[in-house]
């Protein structure tokens, strides 16, 4: 059997076919090949078009089938991961209402507030594990609240996964985890949140069906098989937000194991068998994918810097335009650590929930004009990243979370040894880096989702492992020095 991975990405779509005996990509293809455009109409605002993710994911499929290496007749389920917390909203026929709001929009962050008040900060933490925020639910609140018009239209919404499963099923379903993070999911209940739903004013009809995250979610299409070229009546039988499934992908799936990307968005992802939560919902805790199989509580911490892989791609759009990322890289690495005095805060993508909800904006500082060229900004950026990541390593222990290894695929900044070894060493943790992504993870989920597997583990039990970097001594030392330098700017700046 092959198996069908497909990754919505903010920036693309990508899409690889594994062989299920062996767990190993045959192919994988990626679209478009410049990064997708974020609409923001407004400061602070972030939508795409639901239709261009569709587009993108034909386009993926076909370009994969294109490599030849595998008969797509031969696809027998299909898992998909997806960017979290967007809101997809669609008519009783099925037509997207609006732009999808997307993860890193913040304007929906005062509604989250004052809804976490009013609901209850005691009831929403116990029960829901977060405040509102700017998740989801909240991102419809505002529709409701300020296009009235465009809510009294909404049959059903969705996550991005959701839309493209609908998309290639005609089926709306949605699961325990992927409602958790739109923070609709009531832990306490096992249920969607009255609470929540009653004080934002909604219908529970327009929640979709919902079903286990590895389950049948839908059979494809007629129309969408001759599209695609695959048989009709291929299963739907995984989704999953990007980042359990980074985990997942990663085999990290009971307490003490973590996984981290650093894609567009950064992320630190721990598990947990405890309904938990931090009291400020700086960071947050949603249902992994394996959450209640087999009865155990399997929770997923998650950590997210917002303001990541966008600031490797602005620094090379505005200093290194003729430059690849590699040729970055290498010019990066030519500096010494701490970029000669130069920081950099990278919170320039919207509302950090790890500095609670605040838009602090990117920054540089002790920028000499005399001593610093394009390649410490290359380096300081990839350092500013890490540190905030070690921020959040902050928050997350003393939230429980005793991280001894970092599980992550080699791709996007761990392509770099210089933001690697940077975070290895200012968190003084071990990093083992595998051959994974993404696309492969929700492959092999829908794997076990049409039971080809008999549990989540068997399914990444030939996970590669690419490479172990280790701290040393005198790189950790250096790495404090610099950290606690750029600590104290972040903290002044938080008190401004």
Wanted: net charge negative.
């Amino acid at each position: 059997m092959l198996l069908l991975g497909i990754d919505i990405g903010t920036s693309s779509i990508k899409a690889s076919v594994v062989d299920a005996d062996t767990q190993q990509v045959i192919a994988s293809a990626q679209y478009p090949d410049i990064e997708a455009p974020i609409s923001s109409p407004q400061a602070g605002w972030a939508e795409q078009d639901p239709e261009m993710w569709w587009n993108n994911t034909v386009e993926a499929i076909k370009r994969v089938s294109a490599s030849s290496s595998f008969n797509p007749q031969d696809i027998g389920a299909i898992g998909i991961a997806y960017q979290m917390h967007g809101l997809v909203m669609v008519d009783k026929n099925k037509n997207v209402l609006r732009p999808s709001i997307i993860w890193c929009d913040s304007r929906a962050v005062q509604i989250g507030e004052k809804a976490f008040s009013g609901i209850g900060e005691e009831k929403c933490l116990n029960q829901l594990l977060n405040s509102p925020g700017n998740f989801t639910a909240s991102k419809l609140a505002w529709v409701k609240a300020n296009e009235p018009h465009i809510f009294e239209q909404c049959d059903k919404i969705m996550l991005p996964g959701d839309y493209i499963a609908m998309k290639l099923t005609d089926e709306i379903t949605s699961s325990n985890s992927g409602l958790s993070e739109g923070i609709f999911w009531d832990f306490r209940t096992n249920a969607v949140s009255k609470d929540l739903m009653n004080y934002y004013g909604f219908d529970e009809s327009i929640i979709p069906d919902i079903k286990p995250v590895f389950s049948e979610h839908g059979k494809v299409t007629n129309t969408i098989a001759d599209l695609l070229g695959i048989k009709v009546g291929v299963p739907v039988t995984y989704k999953a937000g990007d980042q359990p499934n980074n985990a997942l992908s990663l085999d990290v799936l009971n307490p003490g194991e973590i996984a981290a990307t650093a894609g567009t968005s950064g992320v630190v992802y721990a598990v947990s068998d405890q309904i938990s939560f931090d009291s400020q919902s700086r960071i947050n805790s949603f249902a992994h994918v394996n959450h209640q199989i087999g009865g155990e509580n399997r929770v997923g911490i998650l950590l997210c810097i917002n303001g990541t892989g966008i600031l490797n791609r602005w620094v090379k759009d505005n200093f290194g335009k003729n430059l690849s990322y590699p040729e970055m890289n290498n010019q990066a690495a030519q500096v010494a650590i701490g970029s000669n005095g130069l920081l950099v805060m990278p919170f320039g993508n919207g509302a950090e929930r790890m500095l609670n909800n605040r838009m602090l904006g990117a920054s540089f500082h002790n920028l000499d004009f005399n001593t610093h060229s394009q390649a410490h900004i290359f380096r300081a950026s990839q350092e500013g990243i890490a540190f905030s990541l070690n921020y959040g390593f902050g928050i997350m222990q003393a939230n429980g979370v005793e991280p001894k290894v970092i599980r992550a695929g080699k791709a996007n900044m761990f392509l770099s040894d210089v933001f690697s070894n940077a975070l290895v060493n200012v968190t003084n943790t071990p990093i083992e880096l595998y051959d994974t992504d993404g696309a492969k993870g929700a492959a092999l989920g829908a794997g076990y989702g049409v039971q080809y597997y008999s549990t989540p583990k068997e399914a990444m039990s030939k996970l590669i492992k690419l490479k172990v970097i280790e701290p040393t001594a005198q790189d950790v030392a250096a790495y404090e020095d610099v950290y606690q330098d750029w600590k104290m700017i972040l903290e002044k700046l938080m008190q401004n």
